[in-house]
């Protein structure tokens, strides 16, 4: 069965600094992975996917996140951050068979203050 | 257009009540989860329906828990002898299950749930 493992439950840090939230997975099949956020007081967003090809993938907002197979990881980073991307951040995890659900881990508080 | 409804946006119930709690997803979408938001525990599984094909109950906690999806299209999570621990926003998402890549899930606003 997949697990979703975020290493991190709250990460505070100040505006402009950069920022990654770890993210690994336990699957012994081929995975998409995502990203979701969660902004204050809204409902849970896509923030990010990868399905295949390119191991790096990015965001409209500045994030990117890095598929590491041998690694099993995907973790989300963000080279400047904003007071506004203060959010509750979800990595997810599904196989590729039809089916399957999609697997969350219990996410990451990013608090970003000046 | 129209997202994912849940109905009611709260409740309130007392300890040992049965409640049903209800999904409207997107027209067309065939995938339909329930999950369960609580403090601490972040984004639990509890239950996936695709299309016709029995539903992965997997995550349900207990046997008070259970779930429907009628016509392929609202579904109703039910639970029994509520218990102050069943207290938690309880989400709903839908999606178009074929294509799980490029259709990712759509979250309606949940259900808070408060067991006194």
């Known amino acids: 069965a997949q697990s979703v493992t975020q290493l991190d439950s709250q990460v505070p840090v100040f505006e402009e600094a950069p920022v990654e939230l770890r993210c690994n997975y336990s699957s012994s099949v081929s995975v998409y992975l995502f990203w979701y956020v969660q902004y204050p007081n809204q409902g849970l967003q896509l923030l990010l996917k990868y399905l295949s090809g390119s191991t790096l993938v990015e965001s409209i907002n500045g994030f990117e996140a890095e598929f590491n197979k041998s690694q099993t990881s995907f973790h989300l980073r963000k080279p400047s951050v904003h007071i506004s991307d203060t959010a509750e951040y979800f990595c997810?995890?599904?196989?590729?068979?039809?089916?399957?659900?999609?697997?969350f881990g219990k996410g990451t508080t990013l608090s970003v203050s000046s | 257009g129209a997202g994912v409804s849940q109905s009611p946006s709260n409740k309130v119930t007392e300890k040992g009540k049965d409640v049903e709690l209800r999904c409207d997803p997107i027209s067309g979408h065939t995938a339909l989860y329930w999950y369960r938001q609580s403090l601490g525990q972040g984004l639990e599984f509890l239950i996936y329906f695709q299309g016709n094909s029995a539903p992965d109950k997997s995550g349900l906690p207990s046997d008070r828990f259970s779930a429907e999806r009628t016509g392929g299209s609202v579904s109703t999570l039910t639970i029994q002898r509520t218990q102050q621990e069943d207290s938690a926003v309880y989400l709903c998402?839908?999606?178009?299950?074929?294509?799980?890549?490029?259709?990712?899930?759509?979250f309606g606003n949940g259900t808070r749930l408060t067991v006194t």
């Open positions: 997810a995890v599904s196989d590729h068979q039809a089916g399957t659900a999609l697997i």
């Open positions: 998402a839908s999606s178009l299950a074929w294509d799980r890549g490029r259709s990712p899930l759509h």
